[in-house]
């Protein structure tokens, strides 16, 4: 991701406060101006992504400024950063037609998680306005789930989400695996705050006080991650997570719940709060008797509707087929991903997903597949049916 801001203050102090305020990798200063006519040359030339103007006591031409971006260019966001954020000037920025608007910063990394959700929440409404019927005005809550340890769950939600919030969808990223989660590792970040100090400071909690509790990535997805020491799992009660999963629904479009590989209290929470189970699972037969034992616990739950299986490390063996696995579970195979363990250990080390650091692998154009059909809101084909066209494909043209 590469955001290009551009500067806009009378005050060369103000200019130079914002620049100290700037530090990220994404977040790049095209360059910065005054305000009036010099500015709306700047902003033709440069066409930043972002304009970030200071807006003072009386300050009408500063909002003048801002109206006419926001009217004439919509594709360019308008950040106010007021120097006294009281309820005066918000009404005349909202009248201005801006709602970005944000008390100076003090902090760079707290500025750049606000520049970065500016970017995708703008970005997000300007795609909407430019398809002509609504997007689907509801919420998908994913758990991923699977039998046993290592078949990489954290993989496909990690890059799940992102794959994802690369396609414009507000994504919310939870890792339940409370006594080892590792997503903060697939991502390459080092959580402020955790689920642990979300449960334990907020005990009413609304949509702004669980976001003040996560880290936002690069990509845009905002992760809540495991508590930092496996004790302080106990912490977090199913109920606490009840809670949560339908609050984050009402503002994400994708809820993706990461899971630790059993059936605890909380894991059986989020199954039952979602409306889709990625049931991971693998080509080896100790693997899939504890899939086909889990797969009838989720029976006895009535949570069987939503199992989507995924085979993960599909590999062409002799020894266990794709249709011996789902005669083995017992439900059909939904998507098979395949094995590279360069790309999968490479992309864990350097804590950046393979959909982003290699996107043009297999295994990353499986789960672009995977995303593509998630936001269709269509089914899958099953694994099986596709494999069956393609022989019956294969067979004629034998014939031939
Ligand atoms: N399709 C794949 N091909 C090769 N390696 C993979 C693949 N998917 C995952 N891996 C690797 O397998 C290991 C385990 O993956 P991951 O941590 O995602 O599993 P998990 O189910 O979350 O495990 P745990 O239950 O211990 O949290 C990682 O090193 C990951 O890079
Ligand atoms: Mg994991």
Known sequence: MRINVLLISKMERNIGALKSMIDDEDIFVLGDSPGGSAALDKIENTSPDIIIMTL????????????????????????????????????SAVNAGCHNITEFPKSPK?????????????????????????????????????????????????????????????????????QFGDLHIFLDIEP?????ELV???????????????AVHSSGVHVLCAPKSPEYAELVSAEKIQSLLSLLRTYYDYVIVDTAPSFSEVTMTAIESSSIIFFVTGLDISILRNSKLSVSILESLQQTEKIRVI??????MHSITINDVQKIIGYPIWAKLPSDYKVAVNALNRGVPFVVGAPGSKISQSIS??????ISGGTNKTVLEKEKKVNRKISLFKKK
Not at 311 to 316: E, G, L, S, T
Not at 369 to 374: A, F, K, P, S, Y
């Open 192 to 196: 402020k705050d955790t689920i642990t």
């Open 56 to 91: 003072g006591a009386g300050d009408t031409d500063v909002l003048n400024l801002a109206e006419r971006i926001i009217l004439h260019r919509p594709r360019t966001f308008v950040i106010l950063a007021a120097e006294n954020l009281d309820v005066e000037t918000m009404q």
């Open 200 to 214: 334990q400071d907020v005990i009413t909690p609304n949509i702004d006080s669980v976001r003040s509790y996560m």
């Open 369 to 374: 597949g995977l995303v593509d059909i998630l």
């Open 110 to 178: 707290e500025f750049a998680e606000y520049i970065k959700s500016v970017y995708h929440n703008e970005s997000i409404r300007i795609k909407s306005l430019s398809q002509k019927e609504s997007l689907l005005w509801s919420s998908t809550v994913i758990t991923v789930f699977g039998a046993k340890g290592g078949l990489g769950k954290s993989t496909i939600s990690a890059n799940l989400a992102v794959k994802l919030a690369e396609k414009h969808k507000k994504v919310a990223l939870i890792d339940l695996d409370l």
């Open 311 to 316: 085979v993960n490390r599909a590999v062409d």
